[in-house]
Each structure stands twice: as structure tokens, then as C-alpha cells.
């Protein structure tokens, strides 16, 4: 194994900077020592590492980051700026995880590491433009993003220049030179805006008898960018027989700001949806964001890494989390109603790696689509290899994003005749889309409650 030559054995002293003040006794609260003990270098997980893919260097696999991380834990080496790049390139795809046989349950390891990188951090990058830059990120991340009526806001500009058709004037020499990097990737992303839709309804009624009393999470850039794909998800339900409830008190997952180190402000988000879901009366919470149904699904693992949280609160966080369904794993359990009307399309299914490595779901979305008549789902190289989207990863990140994304296009366009991609996740959806484009294909991108929808048709009349 090759892993970082720099990094001293065990028993040796460090031989870099110490430690930011605080960040090693963190650790050693969220992190129990086992977890990186799991690990026996057996390598078996590398094929699966996007990254190690990609660069080929041992520091960006699993195993090397592994390894990097016991290091800083147990104090034999400073958190060195290239110990963090390393850490910091890891998509958290947890695809390591899938691939691991001795059940490394490595998200555990690198997302409170994360935390305390962030909670420590001492150094503020110098120059105006470099704190400027880090200030617009953070922003756009942790207050922006999370809320879906200031996303619908922001949007307006974009969505005037797209009905001008000047849209491609922020490609141009001159708005690329004035505009802030992050903004320029933003942009890149940008689907095809449709007007904002109009808030939904408190609840949705069962097409014929109810089988299932469910609550939607409706998200925050999901119901701004895809608000067209929460009505369709609600119409499937309803079309199995579920009752849809979305209540009004919802927020954020959280998973921007915990992905981004700030577990602090995600559990306050938890918190809120503790209280805003009627969880307890209802059969499932149902997400359709790949990474909003894993952060869900993480409350009472993410509560756990608090040694001073209340026990009643992380009872409720883990009971809460119980709750949580997947769309497509909530109706192939339902056992799910046969779609009627033909879509004739040939399309490749893409797994997100929040709903087949985080999840485990990995069967139900192929058993719903192959339940639409007309429909064919050709295979696809590395379908569980990460695009690239990895939640912000495409705008903090954005060398290693392109390059996972332009090899996700290669695969997509090896397939003969395809007309469609087909996906369970937002950010893959933008990720691909912006990528096809690039690419110069008009391959649209889907999401599966869309074509299952238009494979339900329209709901009955008086609905
Ligand atoms: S497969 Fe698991 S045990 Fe083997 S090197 Fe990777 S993380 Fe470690
Ligand atoms: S989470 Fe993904 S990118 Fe990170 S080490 Fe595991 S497989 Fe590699």
C-alpha cells in the first residue's frame, strides 16, 4: 500500500504542525476507535472509489483515507492542507461501503471528521477575494439553498434571461470574467426553469380506498427546480392508494449543512421536522431526493455523535428515522398498483449513490419501471459509479466533478439508441443534464416518479 509517506506509524511522534486546538479530543468523542480499526487494508473497496478511479492515488480510496484519518485522530500527524484536500475530494458516495466486506461504515467516519475540521478551522484563507468567495459560498450553501421560497427568488433573474433568450450571454468572455466561480457553476447546472408552482395543499386524497397514510418531504431546491417532479410523486401516490399529507412546518433535511461540517445548525433542521411530521400517526415519510431520504434516515446516527444530547431527543430522532421511505422502496413494500398507459422509450436507470450505497435501495426503482409497458431498461457501464453531483461536491469541487461527470456521459452515450436517463435524485438530474449539454446531446434526464406518472395518466375527475 502506497498510502501518504508523510504520515508517521503508530508508536512514532508527529511530524507536522500540531493539531488545531480541540479538533483531536472532538474526534475522539464522535468517532469510537473501532470504526477505524473495521478497516484491514484488504483493498477491495478501491475498483469501487470514484476518486481512486479517477487519480489512481492511493490517498483518494477508501482505504487511504482511512488511514489518513486514524493518523490525524490518534495525533501522529498535523490535518496538513494536503491531508485535507484528500479528505475534502471524497464525494461521500459511500460506495466504499457497498463494496467493503468487513462493513467499514466509512460515512461514519468522514462526515464527523468533517464536523471537526469545520468546528476547528482556524485558518481564514488571506486576500479579500478569497474571503469574499469563501463568504458567497457559505452562503449560498448553508442560507440559500435550504430555503425553497429564497431559492424561487433567486431564480427570477435566470428565469427572465431564459424567456429573453439571452441566457447564454452569462457564458459569454466578459460575464464569465466579472462573475464569482461559484455563480458561473450554478448557472451551468440550471435546468430549463418552469414558472414557480403554486404552494401545495395540506393533503391529497387516496384514489380509491386508502391502503397508506404517508407525509411528503417536499425539500428546498428540489420544490424550486422540480417542483413538476413532487406533484408527480404525489400523483403516483395517490394512484397507489396513499393519502399524501404535506405538512407546512417542514424544513431543510439538513444535509447541506452537515455534509458542509455545520452539525450544529442540521440538527436544529432535525429538530423541526421532529416536530413539523406527524411520524408518529402516519406509515412512512417519503423523500424522493436520494441525499434528503439519507440524512433522514441519519437523525439518530447523526444525534448519536453528540455525547450531550438529551436521551429522549435521540430516541425520537432514531424512532423518526425508522419512518423514513425512498418513494420507490415505500411503494414496492405497498406492493405497488400496475401502471396502464405505454411509454415507448429506451432509457439507462442511473443509480444515485444516496439511494443504492447510503440506502440500499438499489432493486425497487428498476421493479417500478419495469412495470411501465413500453418502456426498456438498457444497462449502462459503472451505473453506481458517482456522477459527480455528490450534493454541493459540483460547486465546491468542480475539477473532479467535471471529470466524473464527463465519464458518467461517455457511459450514458455508449448505449445504442438511448432517449432517456432515468435517476432518483436532484442533484444527479442537474449534474447529468448539465454534462449530456456539454456534451452536446439533448438526452433528457427524468426522474422515476415523472415517467411513472405519465405512465398512471391523469388522476380521475373529481380528485
Ligand atoms: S474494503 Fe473495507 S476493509 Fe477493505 S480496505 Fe476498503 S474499507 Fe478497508
Ligand atoms: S465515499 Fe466515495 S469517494 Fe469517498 S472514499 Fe468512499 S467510495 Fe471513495
Excluded at 476507535?33 to 476518486?51: E, I, M, N, Y
Excluded at 463494496?99 to 471528521?113: D, K, M, N
Excluded at 426553469?193 to 431546491?221: K, Q, Y
Excluded at 460547486?395 to 452515450?413: N, S, Y
Aim: aromatic residues 4%; glycine residues 8%; neutral net charge.
Amino acid at each position: 500500500m502506497s498510502t501518504n509517506q508523510a504520515v508517521p506509524a503508530s508508536g512514532q511522534s508527529p511530524a507536522n504542525s500540531s493539531l488545531p486546538a480541540g479538533l483531536q479530543t472532538q474526534l475522539q468523542a464522535s468517532i469510537p476507535q473501532k470504526r477505524f480499526l473495521d478497516c484491514v487494508h484488504c483493498g477491495l473497496c478501491l475498483s469501487a472509489c470514484p476518486t481512486y478511479l479517477e487519480t489512481g492515488d492511493e490517498n483518494d480510496s477508501p482505504r487511504g483515507r482511512i488511514y489518513l484519518m486514524r493518523a490525524v485522530a490518534e495525533g501522529r500527524t498535523g490535518l496538513t492542507n494536503e491531508i485535507a484536500s484528500h479528505l475534502e475530494a471524497c464525494l461521500d458516495c459511500r460506495a466504499c461501503e457497498t463494496a467493503c466486506p468487513s462493513g467499514v461504515q466509512y460515512g461514519r467516519l468522514i462526515e464527523p471528521f468533517r464536523v471537526a475540521m469545520e468546528t476547528t478551522r482556524t485558518e481564514v484563507q488571506p486576500g479579500l477575494a478569497n474571503q469574499a468567495s469563501q463568504w458567497l459560498t457559505s452562503t449560498l450553501l448553508t442560507k440559500l439553498f435550504p430555503s425553497a421560497g429564497l431559492t424561487q427568488w433567486a431564480l427570477w433573474p435566470a428565469r427572465w434571461m431564459q424567456a429573453l433568450g439571452v441566457d447564454g450571454l452569462a457564458k459569454s468572455w466578459p460575464a464569465r470574467a466579472l462573475t464569482p466561480q461559484i455563480l458561473q457553476r450554478m448557472h451551468r447546472l440550471l435546468p430549463k426553469l418552469s414558472p414557480p408552482a403554486g404552494a401545495l395543499p395540506d393533503r391529497f386524497a387516496p384514489v380509491g380506498p386508502r391502503r397508506a397514510t404517508v407525509a411528503l418531504l417536499t425539500g428546498c431546491v428540489a420544490e424550486a427546480m422540480f417542483s413538476q417532479t413532487n406533484r408527480a410523486t404525489i400523483r403516483v401516490l395517490q394512484h397507489n392508494g396513499c393519502e399524501v399529507l404535506i405538512p407546512k412546518t417542514q424544513a431543510c433535511c439538513g444535509a447541506i449543512h452537515y455534509h458542509n461540517g455545520d452539525r450544529t445548525k442540521a440538527m436544529r433542521l432535525a429538530r423541526q421536522n421532529l416536530g413539523a411530521f406527524p411520524w408518529r400517526n402516519i406509515d412512512a415519510v417519503i423523500a424522493n431526493v436520494a441525499g434528503c431520504g439519507a440524512m433522514l434516515k441519519d437523525y439518530g446516527h447523526i444525534g448519536e455523535e453528540d455525547p450531550q444530547i438529551d436521551p429522549v431527543l435521540l430516541e425520537e430522532l432514531t424512532s423518526f428515522a425508522h419512518k423514513i421511505k425512498d418513494v420507490s422502496e415505500f411503494l414496492v413494500d405497498l406492493g405497488p398498483v400496475e401502471p396502464q398507459h405505454p411509454v415507448h422509450l429506451k432509457a439507462v436507470y442511473h443509480d444515485a449513490c444516496h439511494l443504492c450505497h447510503a440506502q440500499k435501495v438499489k432493486q425497487q426503482p428498476r421493479q417500478l419501471l419495469s412495470l411501465i409497458p413500453g418502456l426498456t431498461i438498457a444497462p449502462i457501464e459503472e451505473a453506481e459509479i458517482c456522477c459527480g453531483a455528490a450534493g454541493s461536491y459540483n460547486l465546491t469541487q468542480p475539477e473532479m466533478a467535471d471529470r466524473l461527470g464527463q465519464r458518467k456521459v461517455r457511459h450514458i452515450l455508449e448505449v445504442q439508441g438511448v432517449q432517456a436517463v432515468l435517476t432518483g435524485n436532484a442533484g444527479c438530474a442537474l449534474q447529468m443534464a448539465a454534462c449530456l449539454s456539454e456534451a452536446n446531446s439533448s438526452i433528457p434526464v427524468m426522474h422515476v416518479m415523472d415517467i411513472l406518472d405519465q405512465s398512471y395518466g391523469p388522476l380521475p375527475q373529481n380528485r
